[in-house]
């Protein structure tokens, strides 16, 4: 595949701006994410990654009052465009803080493909199969997949969660801060999934921890905002190039340890 | 000791106090009750029905009876609409703020939080009025149990609503961000896990339902027969303790109907509890 193709194929946005009523939380961002690759967004706390992420799978849709201008692109087409829940389909999410149903291991993973329209309950057991394997939790559960999905520790939780995303068989995965709530153990786990999960998804990460975006992405975003308190894209590269030789000074002086 | 220990224990005491005060009371009236009531209790006193007249003769069972249709038709009309109405408060009504229908949901909840403190002879009267008079349903179950619906109404929403409430908002956003839309989610998701919450108001409600009298007064009558439709009259236990305290030599068999009734909100309590502690015995 060759540079090009890779680009039209991943998530992209241009000039895109978010307001929360009349306050601008993000300015004209333009970005291109490569697809089979980790993305990290890092940034100080209130710069807009979460923001910019949950405008992937238009998740601020929900929040009343929110309005955009500006394209955030999936294959080249716009998102908003598309019927949100093909969209979802198409662009999972895996959240802060672990939230798997009060519903059994089983019924966490299958929820997505049910209401896809997979009946079939083998039909289903070999998407949940197959799913919490790719999560790297099936060996942990396989005895008892009918336990509560609340029952497990965070760690794994937080795998069920990555499991119940993949099991709609999407294209990317957007993580929001998946390790923020994890005891290091898990977190190196959910880090080690990421690598193998990134053959087949795009994934884009938001993470607070600077050491987690150099340990586990290719390319690394660095947000900011400006005086307006506005998000802005201040650079966007390699993570090597970001993490050794950043070209904006305010990147240095994040990395750096400077502020933040 | 010093005077921050004097003041701690002071307090303490005078808590400690109130405590007891206050389990003391209720095991005064519900012991009172008991004592009173329990001797005049047999098999005949659940299974024959009150024969009428001044000497208060007779047992209880039409009474029974009328209570458990009462409590079943009342739920069956007060839980579609309650319920309804709070998903529609919960999980609904956000995307409305600020907007002309934003305005009607403030003021549908406002109406709520008021008729929730309404005295409960007032939803009688407009029952008498309308179902018992203006709509020619008699003295019945019917009417009755639509004015009763209208007093548990807003508990139901209220007790609902905050159930769905306590539901994380992390289960919704899991939920939608895997393509369900919000129909899917509140069906699938957010009920299920709000069900032990609901059924604790409901439960409540039907304890209310029980309890109550000057509604039922003035909507069911006060026929000590056993009611063949939802047409017919009756009286509720309640009522029944009312009419043979108050038109009866038979005060002892108030006390013995009141004692059942103790007894059956004993009962509804404990399967509150049991629900409740499900609750944090299984989700924590």
Redesign the interface.
């Known amino acids: 595949m060759n540079k090009l193709e890779t680009e039209a194929k991943g998530m992209s946005t241009r000039n895109y701006s978010l307001f929360y009523g009349g306050f601008k939380a993000l300015n004209r961002i333009s970005i291109q994410i490569p697809s089979n690759r980790i993305t990290a967004f890092i940034g100080p706390s209130g710069c807009g990654k979460s923001s910019f992420l949950r405008s992937f ?1 238009r ?1 601020n849709d ?1 929040i ?2 929110v309005t955009t201008e500006g394209e955030v692109c999936i294959d080249g087409r716009n998102v908003a465009d598309e019927d ?6 198409k662009v ?2 895996v ?1 802060q ?1 672990p ?5 059994s291991v089983f019924e966490n993973v299958a ?2 493909p049910k ?2 329209g997979v009946k079939n309950r083998s039909d289903l057991a070999v998407v949940v199969e197959k799913s919490l394997k790719r999560a790297a939790l099936w060996d942990e559960v396989k005895d008892d997949l009918h336990k ?1 999905g ?1 029952s497990l520790s965070g760690g794994q939780q937080q795998r069920l ?1 990555i499991a ?2 993949i099991a ?1 068989e999407p294209e990317v995965i957007l993580m929001d801060e998946p390790a923020s709530a994890l005891d290091p153990v898990a977190t190196l786990k959910i880090e080690e999934l990421m690598n193998e999960l990134k053959a087949n998804y795009t994934i884009a990460i938001v993470t607070h921890n600077m050491q987690q975006a150099a340990r586990v992405s290719d390319y690394t975003a660095f947000m900011l905002t400006d005086e307006n308190r506005a998000g802005n894209l201040i650079e966007f590269g390699t993570t090597k190039q970001i993490f050794t030789t950043p070209s904006d000074t305010r990147t240095e002086d994040y990395i750096t340890g400077r502020f933040g | 000791m010093n005077r921050r220990k004097l003041s701690q224990n002071a307090a303490f005491s005078l808590f400690w106090a109130a405590g007891i005060m206050s389990v003391l009371i209720m095991a005064v009236v519900v012991g009172y009750v008991l004592v009173k009531g329990l001797p005049g209790i047999s098999f005949d006193f659940f299974t024959t029905s009150p024969r009428g007249g001044l000497s208060g003769e007779g047992g209880i069972y039409s009474t029974i009876v009328t209570t458990f249709y009462l409590v079943v038709v009342t739920l069956a009309f007060a839980i579609p609409p309650g319920v309804g109405a709070a998903v529609y408060f919960s999980e609904y009504s956000g995307s409305t703020v600020g907007s002309l229908t934003g305005k009607l949901v403030n003021l549908a909840r406002f109406g709520v939080d008021t008729l929730a403190g309404v005295p409960s002879i007032v939803f009688g009267l407009f029952g008498y009025a309308v179902f018992v008079t203006a709509m020619n349903l008699g003295f019945s179950i019917l009417s009755a149990s639509m004015a009763g619906a209208c007093l548990i109404i807003p508990v139901i929403i209220r007790t609902t609503e905050d159930a769905l409430e306590s539901v994380p908002s992390g289960y919704r956003e899991g939920s939608l961000a895997l393509g369900a839309n919000r129909w899917e989610t509140t069906w699938k998701v957010v009920l299920p896990a709000a069900f032990r919450g609901i059924s604790t108001g409901i439960l409540l409600s039907a304890g209310r339902i029980v309890s109550e009298t000057a509604i039922f007064f003035v909507t069911l009558g006060g026929s000590y027969r056993v009611p063949h439709s939802l047409m017919s009259g009756g009286r509720t236990m309640a009522l029944h303790v009312y009419y043979l305290a108050m038109e009866t030599r038979a005060f002892d068999r108030a006390m013995s109907t009141a004692a059942v009734l103790v007894g059956l909100v004993v009962v509804m309590n404990l399967g509150i509890n049991t629900i409740t502690g499900r609750i944090t015995g299984k989700q924590r």
């Open positions: 799978n998740m929900l009343p009052g949100v829940v093909q969209l979802r389909k999972g999410m959240f803080r939230n798997p149903f009060p519903k929820y997505g209401l896809h509560s609340m969660c119940r995303a709609v």
